[in-house]
Structures are given as structure tokens and as C-alpha cells.
């Protein structure tokens, strides 16, 4: 499956996925933020279904970000496991809730490394983050092959909303995209 999206924080995003089995699949991710580009790869998997009418998957996108000025200018990852159930209605919709999590590191911290050198003016660069997300989305199809889908995820720091240590801008993830089944 080749899907291209965009949204909040990316402007655009390109992956192309491959179904290893019925349910499991991998892809290779390729993003661009308004600042800096992102790499990655997603694993999804569905692990219970009820029929063809529900199931609940994961999915885990982990990418990451080549140096930038912000975030303390190093480069760094992030990623987001999220747990979802689905429901399909007669017309091929599908509808889904689920929540998940967002984590993002420098690659420094990571590695249990320093550089002195990389640090910024108010102290140390960006070390890392941890927020929890709520989403709901909607996939149908437009052609057999062809499906749009959308997404709105808020993102929270606990039951609150997150503030300005979020590295996405405004707390919310916004998907929305087309997939093509090849």
C-alpha cells in the first residue's frame, strides 16, 4: 500500500507499506515538517478481530530527525504506538477511537552521549518528551483500491492539554491522506 498524507505537524508524508501476513504489515516513512524532514518506519498489527466488522490493531511509527536549530540543534527520534478499535460499517467505513503515547529524544540522550559544544544559550538542548494522545478517525472508500482517511488526535500531558514543551506546535496530530492497495 503506497499512502500520502498531511496534516499537523507534517506538511507532507509519504509511506510505503507491505503486508507481511493478514495481520501484520511494515513500512518505510518519509516526512517534512516545515522545518526538517523525518525517516522512519511503522509497524502495524491487528491483534484481535471479531469477523470482518471489528478488530483492534497497534501500529508504531518511529522516525527521526536529522539535526536542526531548534530542539537544541541535535538530531533526534520520535515515536508513537497507539492502540486502536475499529468498527466497518456496511458502505466500507471504517470508524475507529483509540489512544496512545508520543515519545521524543534527542539522539545524544539516547546514546548516553554529551557534546558541550551543541548546547544552546539558555542551557542544554532538547532531551526528550513523553505525552499521552486520544484519537478518532474515519477511512472510506472512494474507488476499490483508493481509500481516504482522517485522523484527529489530541495531544495531553497527563489529563491536561500539553503545553510548550510539546515539540509538534499545537497539541493535536491531524492526518489526512489517500491510500492506494497495490
Not at 509497524?43 to 536542526?68: C, S
Not at 530542539?71 to 496512545?100: C, M, N, Y
Not at 539516547?110 to 558541550?116: D, K, N, Q, T
Amino acid at each position: 500500500m503506497v499512502t500520502v498524507a498531511t496534516g499537523i505537524p507534517y506538511v507532507g508524508i509519504v509511506e510505503y507499506a507491505y503486508g507481511i501476513s493478514d495481520r501484520f504489515s511494515a513500512g518505510a516513512i518519509i516526512g517534512i515538517t516545515p522545518k526538517i524532514p523525518g525517516y522512519g518506519v511503522r509497524l502495524r498489527g491487528t491483534i484481535h478481530e471479531r469477523g470482518d466488522r471489528f478488530r483492534v490493531y497497534v501500529r508504531a511509527p518511529v522516525l527521526y530527525y536529522p539535526r536542526t536549530k531548534d530542539l537544541g540543534g541535535e538530531p533526534w527520534v520520535l515515536t508513537w504506538p497507539v492502540v486502536s478499535a475499529e468498527w466497518k460499517i456496511e458502505s466500507g467505513t471504517r470508524l475507529s477511537v483509540g489512544g496512545g503515547f508520543v515519545a521524543a529524544a534527542c539522539v545524544n540522550s539516547l546514546l548516553g552521549l554529551e557534546e558541550e559544544e551543541e548546547e544552546t544559550e539558555g542551557g542544554e538542548g532538547f532531551m526528550g518528551g513523553f505525552w499521552n494522545t486520544l484519537h478518532a478517525g474515519v477511512a472510506f472508500p472512494i474507488r476499490p483500491r483508493l481509500m481516504f482517511q482522517g485522523e484527529l488526535s489530541a495531544v495531553l500531558s497527563g489529563a491536561k492539554v500539553a503545553g510548550g514543551d510539546w515539540v509538534g506546535g499545537p497539541p493535536v496530530i491531524l492526518v489526512l491522506g489517500l491510500s492506494y492497495g497495490l
